[in-house]
Structure formats: C-alpha cells, structure tokens
C-alpha cells in the first residue's frame, strides 16, 4: 500500500510521513512549496520523495493524506476524486495509527511541541516510545506500546484521539480564524479532556485550565500553591533552573536541568506528571530530562564570537514573551535584538497591541512584513507589520534587502529570530558574524 501525502512539508505531515515510513508502508509526497524547509531533511534521509510538480504517484493503489491547508479545489485532490481514492485529513490518519496504541496526547496553545520533545525523549529513554513531533519529527514501531503525540486545538483536530492521557500545557485565544472567543476554546479543551481513558493532566498555573468542564479524574501541576504535582525551592540562573517536586504533599525528587524560564519548568512538570503516575524512578526520570536537546526550531542557539543567534517558532505574543524572558536569564549581560515575524493576517490583527507590549522588553526589535500561510492580504486590506512597528518602542521594519540593519550587533549581543516560517536573513546575518 502507497500513501501519498499532500502538503508533506508540513511540520506535523513531515513527522506523520516519517511514521508511517517506519511502520513499513511505502510513502511518497507532494507540496506546493518549491523552496527548501526544514522539515525536509528527515524525509530526505529515509528516502521519501517529495514532489513540487505533477507527477504520475497517484494510481488506483494509493492513500491520499492531506493537510488542513489543502482544500478540495486542489489539483491533486481533484486527481485522487477522479480515481475514487479514500482521502484522509492529516488528523484522521494520525488518530487512526495513535489509538492502536498506549496513546499520551500533549495539547495546549503554547509549549507542547517542547513538552512532547520532552515526553518522548524522558519515556522512550526509559521504556521505548513511538512519538510524533510538531517540528518535523516522528517514529513508530509495532512492538512499542506507547506513543506520545503532539495534539493540535485547531478545528478541533484532537478529538480524534482516544488517549490513556491527556495532557494540557495551557490554553489561550489562538486560531481566531476559527474560535470564536476564549469560551470557545475553553469548551474544544474540555471536550479534548472528556476523551482521556484514565487521566487528564493539567497545567494548575494557568487560570483558563481551571474552567474546563471534565468529568475525568483530573491532576493539576504547577509552581503555585493548590497543585497535585507542585515544584517548590524553584532557583533560576545563568546555568539553569533546580526545583524539588511534590505530587500529593510526599517528595518526589530533585531536579537540576539546564532548562530557562518559568515556561520550561512547567513543560518539565507536564512530563514528570506523567512519569510519576507511571511510577518511573525519580532520579533516572532527572538524568533523562537532563540529557534533553531541544526541540527544533525552539530556542536553537548557535553562539559565534560573543552574539548568541537564536532560532525560536514563537509567533503568539506569549511565545514571544517567553522566549524573550528566557534569554534575559541566560544572558543577564548581553543586549536582546529582537527580530519578528507576525504570522497570519488574523493573528496580527487580533494580537497586534500585545505583540508590540512584549516586543517592547526587548532592547531592540525588528519586525518583518507579514507572512501570510492560508489567508489572503486583500481578506485584511487595513492589517500591516506596520500596527506593530508603530505602537513597539525601539522597534523598525526589515526585510531581505535591509537587513544589514543587524550588522551593528557584532558583539556581546543575543538576536533572536521569531517565527514559524524560517527567516531566510538569518543565513545573511550569521554569514556576516561568521565572516
């Protein structure tokens, strides 16, 4: 059987490609993004061709998967209707494969990528686990029981899962194409929360948490007092962070991890929560967590002289807010560039007065124009980079042709690029500091 899967440049088609690659199924791809991505690299390593042009891959033989992006008009689907193909969503597909397993979920708006890089990395150290990534990563084996798999609120995408656990890092407004208002992402979290087998796991810190209507047995972590799994003697500094975790008022362990930001001890909570109910030894839980690289695209660093470049996906005025905290721990000393990318036209437009408040705490900021993914400028003819330039103190716009603006950080200064998309004057500005 041959699965061919439209929009497989994707993060999360990239990985679901990998998965399906390794189970043993032969998968091909196609996209209309002719230039390189990221998650190319991964799919070119185990052999998978990926298409930008028509192509004769689609027979009467085939699986179509497609993205949410790809819509029925597009010439491969109009193809693949042609020949009575069955036509999966990207998140029926996923649903499919991950509920024939022991299936742990992680949603939340902000920080499940990391905490599922996290989770599997932690588990699958310690038991083996088959894992799907939103940054271009994913594996799967049949005699591995469980599978840790990142689940995105989008359309409502994670209620196709049936998990032993449900996870939830946070919930925010996002996506205001499609939610309506905070309540309605509220009730997609709490229908997400009903679907849990044994347990939901919750971030307790976060106020939106607390609301959602669930009928599951339900465990909340956190940093604030009123948690089940509570880190208390929390130390940040230059060299990482430290805290002793508690579930139920009896210790658990001590951990030291080289991890920065209130953020990152949440996301490591989420993880420990799970590991502690699965009765993993707390020292040996510490020693994976310690081990861990990161996620792609999440906080990357790459150091050259004494400016610090770094790569991070945040586009939502909380990820960016973050990102930006966690850099002032690491380098109290070092001046913090900001450079932004907004992404979408209705994220822009809804979060413009708070992306300009956070990019304001950095010492300088740079903010590209808009890019746009689905949505269309003529849908949002008023909404420009140019709301957030204006109301965003020591802030200017850049783009490929100027970007030499960030010639004048050569030293002593950590610039971090922010977005979804790569920033293609990343490249320009590291050959500049290399050179």
């Known amino acids: 059987m041959k699965y061919y899967l439209i929009g497989i440049k994707g993060a999360g088609m990239s990985s679901l490609a990998l998965i399906l690659n390794d189970l043993g199924y032969k998968v091909v791809g196609y996209d209309d993004m002719k230039e390189h991505s990221f998650t190319e690299d991964q799919l070119t390593q185990k052999g998978i061709k990926i298409y930008t042009e028509d192509n004769d891959e689609i027979d009467e033989h085939t699986i179509i998967v497609r993205s949410t992006a790809i819509k ?3 010439k491969q689907i109009i193809k693949a209707k042609k020949l009575d193909l069955k036509i999966y969503e990207y998140n ?3 649903g499919k494969l991950g509920n024939m397993f022991d299936l742990i979920t992680i949603a939340g708006c902000h920080g499940k990528t990391t905490t599922t890089s996290l989770m599997a990395h932690v588990i699958g150290n310690i038991v083996g686990c088959n894992y799907l990534i939103g940054d271009g990563h994913g594996m799967a084996r049949k005699d591995i029981k469980k599978f840790v798999i990142e689940a995105c609120e989008y359309y409502r995408h994670f209620l196709v899962y049936e998990p032993n656990y449900a996870i939830i890092t946070n919930i925010d407004l996002d996506h205001v194409d499609y939610f309506k208002n905070m309540q309605d992402v509220i009730d997609a979290y709490s229908e997400y929360a009903n679907k849990a087998e044994k347990m939901v796991i919750a971030c307790g810190d976060d106020p939106y948490t607390r609301l959602i209507d669930c009928n599951k047995a339900l465990f909340y972590y956190g940093i604030g007092e009123g948690n089940d799994i509570l880190a208390k003697n929390v130390e940040y500094s230059e060299d990482g962070t430290s805290f002793d975790v508690f579930v139920e008022d009896n210790y ?3 951990f030291d991890l080289p991890f920065y930001g209130k953020h990152m001890v949440l996301n490591a909570l989420a993880v420990i929560s799970v590991c502690y109910y699965e009765r993993y030894d707390a020292k040996e839980v510490a020693r994976q967590l310690k081990s861990f690289k990161g996620a792609a695209r999440r906080f990357n660093e790459e150091k ?10 945040a586009h939502h005025p909380q990820e960016v807010k ?3 905290k966690a850099a002032r721990q690491k380098y109290p000393d070092k001046k913090i560039v900001a450079v932004f990318q907004p992404h979408t036209f209705s994220r822009t437009q809804e979060f413009k007065d708070d992306i300009a408040k ?3 705490n950095a010492d300088a900021s740079y903010v590209l124009d808009i890019f746009p993914a689905r949505e269309k400028q003529e849908d949002y003819p008023l909404v420009t980079s140019e ?3 204006k109301e965003t103190s020591n802030c200017n716009a850049i783009n ?3 970007w030499d603006q960030l010639k004048q950080y050569n030293e002593d200064a950590v610039v971090i690029f922010m977005s979804p998309k790569e920033i293609k004057l990343m490249q320009n500005y590291k050959e500049y500091l290399k050179n």
């Open 322 to 324: 973050v990102t930006l």
């Open 358 to 360: 956070v990019l304001s």
């Open 304 to 313: 050259i002289g004494s400016v610090v470049v770094i790569d991070d996906y």
């Open 252 to 254: 658990y362990g001590h």
């Open 92 to 94: 029926q597909m996923l």
């Open 400 to 402: 490929d042709e100027n």
């Open 72 to 74: 029925d008009d597009h």
């Open 387 to 389: 709301s957030i330039i």
